[in-house]
């Protein structure tokens, strides 16, 4: 797959380049590459960044970052199948759990929330930090969901971390995840309350919180290009009648100065 010009490689975090190391130089030159364009793309084009995860993977199977990197590109692509097997490569690459919730994730997508359940209570969870305690939560709030049991799903969620009032990486997240169960539950008051605190702590707007909150309020939001779009169109008919209307007094003029001419005969 093409690399643009001004992709070096070097964009990489150190520890990546670091893990390269061990391949011989070109080599690990073309995967940090091929790992730029991963991260680059994944947001916006999932299935590119798989594209270039799998080239990278072709190359160096045997570096943990590599399966990693495979794993959340196939992950954002929802194949959910070789995302698992990839975080779990790269898992016993290197032993750390950190990819523990995301794994149970993939479960979930693969439709066995049962199993993401089983994940969530597994001794692993201890080893993560908060950060990953509350993605785990997040998961198995999700998977509750999954088989039907709002209530337990709320419960779920309900911990020192949602009632914390400081904000936290993770704290838009676990807000919105919260009022979208609420909602789910009927629960609407309660609901909008906490989607009004996703907002609040959602600085980088990594939730919809503020569509959802005004769509309980009422609220609808208008597209300014249809706006615009409806006031061209508008005025090409209304410009198309005025031309119209112009001919007419043409035409009404030339009637009376024939009149006119008549009276004089």
Partial sequence: MPIPEDVSGFELDKDVLQELQSLPKGLAEDVAKNLVMVARLIDEDAEGAYGYAKVAL????RVAAVREAAGFAAYAS???SEALAEFRAARRMT???ELWPVMADCERGLGRPEKAL???GEPEVQKLDKAGQVEMRLVAAGARR???QLDAAIVTLQSPELASHSVQPWTARLRYAY???LLAAGREDEAREWFAKAVESDKDGSTDASDR???LDGVEFVDAFDDEDDDAEENESTGGAGGTSEVADRDDSGADEDAED???K
């Fill in 118 to 120: 089983d994940m969530a």
């Fill in 78 to 80: 929802q194949n959910y």
């Fill in 262 to 264: 008549a009276d004089e």
């Fill in 213 to 215: 909150l005004a769509e």
């Fill in 179 to 181: 009022a979208d169960a």
């Fill in 58 to 61: 072709r190359l160096a199977s």
């Fill in 95 to 97: 032993g750390r759990a």
């Fill in 146 to 148: 999954d088989m039907g």
